[in-house]
């Protein structure tokens, strides 16, 4: 199972995205920031310090929107392209993505207990960003799942294969 809900509200598009591992929300607030937030249920302190969820060919759009983030940090694939050590940060809550053959896993970990709001949420600033220009490759990855429409999504070639071989690794 691989959903998005996409909801526009007062101050910009949220979209969850559900996985069978759980749900994370990347949202564009009033702030002009993006954020990536891990959904949990219960209170903060009884959360484990980080939280995976994977995305699959599933969903093929989605996929291959991660792949493009995931392509565009990696080779600093940015209009001017800096190092990117300056992406880690130890203190504040973080998003690692990661590939795994045909699947890619996002993790959310909490921020430390130094802090003084703790949190699941990780914030891209648009404005004044310690990691510009990087916040440009995750806003234009939220700009295009604001353009993706569940209700008349096409089903990709890859889809169809990823599901059929699901359905061959069952005994």
Not at 12 to 25: A, V
Not at 118 to 146: A, D, W
Not at 154 to 171: R, T
């Amino acid at each position: 199972m691989l959903e998005i809900e996409k909801s526009k509200g007062e101050r910009g598009y949220s979209l969850i995205i559900t996985t069978e591992d759980g749900s994370f929300k990347i949202s564009f607030e009033g702030n002009l920031d993006l954020y990536w937030t891990n959904l949990y249920k219960g209170s903060l302190l009884d959360q484990p310090e980080s939280k995976s969820f994977t995305i699959t060919k599933e969903n093929y759009y989605l996929y291959l929107l991660f792949e493009r983030l995931y392509e565009d940090v990696k080779k600093c694939n940015i209009y001017k392209a800096d190092k990117y050590d300056i992406l880690f940060y130890e203190d504040a809550s973080v998003v690692r993505i990661v590939k795994k053959e045909d699947v890619f896993v996002v993790t959310i970990e909490k921020s430390k207990e130094e802090n003084m709001y703790q949190t699941y949420s990780v914030r891209f600033r648009n404005s004044g960003s310690r990691y510009c220009p990087y916040n440009v490759v995750f806003m234009k990855m939220h700009n295009e799942l604001i353009d993706y429409n569940p209700e008349y999504h096409q089903i990709h070639f890859e889809e169809i294969i990823y599901k059929n071989s699901l359905v061959k690794k069952k005994p």
